[in-house]
């Protein structure tokens, strides 16, 4: 059982480039989460969806979009890549019920860009 | 807004010595959920335990062990005789219900992460 699956695990792009970072999940979760670490820092929730189709903001979303087309995948994507976006993405999923399930994270990708 | 407070950045202890991490919270949302994760030098992030708001009960894990108050808005953990497996980042999070009857859809607040050293 593979869980979350997060691809790749580390990048280094140069700004203004642009990029996908891919998230899978094989545990029919309905819900999914991208989160940012930065250095010293807490993780901060990038953007969420509740279901295929649809998809809100988290605290940080400038900058990013995702989108959510099979309840399986969520991808993320940074179109102009800037120094700020320097970060350990991390995707995670839970299950959709009662008492707010806990949520299962990929293992991270590493972004740098320099 | 909910918020989430780990006071101590770095805490260092010598093998078999207990560790207690504290965490504050906030929130308006009178049902909400309080996690902890911890995270390893491999950098994944581990599910430890979640509690509701409405059970106050303490809840031992092995050498784990949560004490909850609301009176305080707290949920601290303390590592009982600590191992140097035991050296990781750990986060304490919340996630709140949600307002008459909606949902926060299980999102989460974190803290900024507690660093713990054990040294053998």
């Known amino acids: 059982n593979a869980g979350v699956t997060q691809t790749p695990k580390f990048r280094i792009l140069k700004i203004g480039q642009s990029m996908t970072l891919q998230c899978t999940q094989d545990?029919?979760?309905?819900?999914m989460y991208w989160y940012r670490q930065d250095p010293g820092m807490g993780l901060k929730l990038i953007y969420y969806?509740?279901?295929?189709?649809?998809?809100d903001k988290g605290e940080v979303p400038n900058g990013y979009n995702v989108s959510r087309s099979t309840t399986e995948d969520f991808p993320l994507r940074l179109e102009l890549a800037a120094p700020s976006q320097t970060s350990v993405y991390f995707c995670?999923?839970?299950?959709?019920?009662?008492?707010?399930?806990?949520?299962?994270f990929g293992d991270g990708t590493r972004l740098s860009i320099l | 807004a909910q918020k989430v407070t780990q006071a101590q950045t770095e805490i260092s202890v010598v093998e078999k010595e207990d560790v207690t991490l504290d965490c504050v919270y906030e929130?308006?949302?009178?049902?909400?959920?309080l996690f902890w994760y911890k995270q390893p030098p491999s950098g994944e992030l581990v599910f430890l335990i979640r509690?509701?708001?409405?059970?106050?009960q303490n809840e031992i894990s092995g050498r784990y062990s949560w004490n909850f108050q609301k009176s305080t808005s707290s949920f601290n953990f303390t590592i009982t005789a600590s191992q140097v497996v035991d050296s990781a980042v750990y986060f304490c999070?919340?996630?709140?219900?949600?307002?008459?009857?909606?949902?926060?859809?299980?999102?989460?607040?974190f803290g900024q992460g507690t660093i713990l050293t054990v040294h053998p």
């Open positions: 995670a999923s839970s299950y959709r019920g009662p008492l707010n399930q806990p949520q299962h």
């Open positions: 545990m029919n979760h309905n819900y």
């Open positions: 969806s509740v279901g295929a189709g649809i998809t």
């Open positions: 929130t308006r949302d009178t049902t909400y959920y």
């Open positions: 509690r509701n708001s409405f059970d106050e």
């Open positions: 999070a919340l996630s709140e219900a949600g307002e008459a009857g909606g949902t926060s859809y299980g999102k989460l607040t």
